[in-house]
């Protein structure tokens, strides 16, 4: 990874540093609603085309980022909606208002380049006496797979136009899953919908992450507020008032490319905090031992192992060493584990059975993470001598060294 971040080029339809919102130029149908008209999304330097000649939907490299900004400011009006249809709570006097709770979607890639969002979640109501309310909104992922996951949009009905620590925590642990599966080359994208505090339009930012390799740290959290999105798709502009804002009946959609191409790729992005290692299972035992089971991007089902025993190393392939092979096929079958504590998981009580007991077990800590049936999950270190991973650990590492001679 560079050490320093590249020269920022501005893709999607983010306000330029004159304070001007870019326009779709060229290209044919589906223009945009630019403010200033004539602009694109790129900085424009000497050698470029005319600004109004270059169309962002004719290069799948700008057509992604142009269609996730308009799918990010085209929630506005759909949260605007899901607002109305809860009602008085959310709409007093028939005017809805994003000032009552968090509502949230996530960006589902389409066909070619296009993004949408999926179903609007309402969060739960906001107490608006209490300065450290935090809502408990969880976006319902209906529609939504790590093969057309692009990112995600919310409201912050306090006005932060910042992500919090959760929700940029969140975000990595998506961008993962989505890169594990093999997407290293691709952008992904949250945007924060900040309410404004006194009825005036609300003002999209938008952050992204990638394109980055899969096991690369992830990236710190924003400090300073991203990019504002051009809020064409919203339903009021900054001279209507307050009563305005019931403007669910005016739903404008933001203009996006409608047109198919291949994936694109992109740029790299550095990134400075370490957090657990996503894409592998570390372990150490109290003989000195060591094991890194790695994966790499979209390899499903396959996995290399470094071992380090007494200042030698083995490093193998599952596809070279059958019994490696059958160890991570022994891995796939090993039950799942349940945190305590003890007396209240299902099945406790005084007569449990006893687990098989291997007296000098050695100690084995594990760090890895662990997933729920949803494939959500959690970083985690597990230590301890007992147990299906200790045994399968101690017995890998056999495999390993059967495999054949050190390689150092
Ligand atoms: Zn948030």
């Not at 009552?100 to 890639?109: A, D, H, I, M, T």
């Not at 380049?113 to 209906?142: A, F, H, K, Y």
């Not at 470094?306 to 599952?318: F, K």
């Not at 045994?391 to 059967?402: G, S």
């Given at each position: 990874?560079?050490?320093?971040?590249?020269?920022?080029?501005?893709?999607?339809?983010?306000?330029?540093?004159?304070?001007?919102?870019?326009?779709?130029?060229?290209?044919?149908?589906?223009?945009?609603?630019?403010?200033?008209?004539?602009?694109?999304?790129?900085?424009?330097?000497?050698?470029?085309?005319?600004?109004?000649?270059?169309?962002?939907?004719?290069?799948?490299?700008?057509?992604?980022?142009?269609?996730?900004?308009?799918?990010?400011?085209?929630?506005?009006?759909k949260?605007?909606?899901k607002?109305?249809?809860?009602?008085?709570?959310?709409?007093?006097?028939?005017?809805?208002?994003?000032?009552?709770?968090?509502?949230g979607s996530?960006?589902?890639?389409?066909?070619?380049?296009?993004?949408?969002?999926?179903?609007?979640?309402?969060?739960?109501?906001r107490?608006?006496?209490?300065?450290?309310?935090?809502?408990?909104?969880?976006?319902d992922?209906?529609?939504?797979?790590?093969?057309?996951?692009?990112?995600?949009?919310?409201?912050?009905?306090?006005?932060?136009?910042?992500?919090?620590?959760?929700?940029?925590?969140?975000?990595?642990?998506?961008?993962?899953?989505?890169?594990?599966?093999?997407?290293?080359?691709?952008?992904?994208?949250?945007?924060?919908?900040?309410?404004?505090?006194?009825?005036?339009?609300?003002?999209?930012?938008?952050?992204?992450?990638?394109?980055?390799?899969?096991?690369?740290?992830?990236?710190?959290?924003?400090?300073?507020?991203?990019?504002?999105?051009?809020?064409?798709?919203?339903?009021?502009?900054?001279?209507?008032?307050?009563?305005?804002?019931?403007g669910f009946?005016?739903?404008?959609?933001?203009?996006?490319?409608a047109?198919?191409?291949?994936?694109?790729?992109?740029?790299?992005?550095?990134?400075?905090?370490?957090?657990?290692?996503?894409?592998?299972?570390?372990?150490?035992?109290?003989?000195?031992?060591?094991?890194?089971?790695?994966?790499?991007?979209?390899?499903?089902?396959?996995?290399?192992?470094t071992?380090?025993?007494?200042?030698?190393?083995?490093?193998?392939?599952?596809?070279?060493?059958?019994?490696?092979?059958?160890?991570?096929?022994?891995?796939?079958?090993?039950?799942?584990?349940?945190?305590?504590?003890?007396?209240?998981?299902?099945?406790?009580s005084?007569?449990?059975?006893?687990?098989?007991?291997?007296?000098?077990?050695?100690?084995?800590?594990?760090?890895?993470?662990?997933?729920?049936?949803?494939?959500?999950?959690?970083?985690v270190?597990?230590?301890?001598?007992?147990?299906?991973?200790?045994?399968?650990?101690?017995?890998?590492?056999?495999?390993?060294?059967?495999?054949?001679?050190?390689?150092?």
């Amino acid at each position: 990874m560079p050490d320093t971040l590249p020269d920022i080029e501005v893709f999607g339809q983010r306000r330029k540093p004159n304070g001007t919102f870019p326009q779709r130029g060229g290209g044919s149908g589906g223009g945009g609603l630019g403010d200033e008209g004539g602009e694109h999304q790129n900085e424009v330097g000497e050698n470029d085309p005319p600004p109004d000649q270059i169309d962002p939907c004719a290069d799948p490299e700008t057509a992604l980022p142009w269609n996730a900004d308009a799918a990010g400011a085209a929630a506005v009006p759909k949260f605007l909606l899901k607002a109305a249809e809860i009602g008085f709570a959310d709409a007093p006097n028939g005017v809805p208002t994003l000032l009552n709770r968090e509502y949230g979607s996530f960006l589902v890639r389409g066909s070619g380049q296009s993004v949408e969002t999926n179903q609007v979640t309402p969060g739960d109501v906001r107490d608006q006496t209490n300065p450290n309310w935090v809502s408990t909104l969880t976006i319902d992922p209906t529609g939504v797979t790590v093969a057309n996951y692009q990112g995600d949009v919310h409201s912050h009905p306090n006005g932060n136009e910042l992500p919090s620590q959760a929700d940029w925590d969140g975000f990595m642990a998506n961008n993962r899953a989505a890169r594990e599966s093999g997407r290293t080359g691709e952008t992904f994208y949250m945007y924060i919908i900040a309410v404004s505090q006194n009825c005036g339009p609300p003002t999209v930012r938008v952050y992204q992450d990638g394109p980055r390799a899969a096991n690369s740290p992830d990236p710190a959290r924003p400090t300073e507020v991203g990019p504002e999105v051009n809020p064409d798709a919203q339903p009021v502009s900054n001279s209507l008032t307050c009563r305005l804002c019931a403007g669910f009946g005016l739903i404008l959609l933001s203009a996006s490319c409608a047109s198919a191409y291949a994936a694109g790729e992109a740029r790299h992005q550095t990134a400075d905090t370490e957090r657990w290692p996503y894409t592998q299972l570390v372990a150490e035992n109290s003989l000195g031992h060591r094991l890194e089971i790695s994966t790499e991007a979209g390899a499903f089902n396959h996995a290399t192992a470094t071992l380090n025993v007494d200042g030698q190393t083995w490093r193998v392939a599952d596809s070279e060493c059958p019994r490696f092979r059958a160890a991570l096929d022994a891995f796939q079958a090993l039950p799942p584990l349940k945190p305590g504590p003890a007396l209240v998981l299902p099945g406790a009580s005084a007569e449990r059975p006893m687990p098989p007991y291997r007296p000098h077990g050695e100690r084995w800590t594990i760090r890895a993470h662990l997933y729920a049936p949803d494939w959500s999950s959690m970083e985690v270190e597990m230590r301890g001598s007992q147990g299906p991973y200790a045994f399968w650990l101690t017995d890998t590492v056999a495999a390993i060294r059967a495999c054949g001679p050190p390689a150092g």
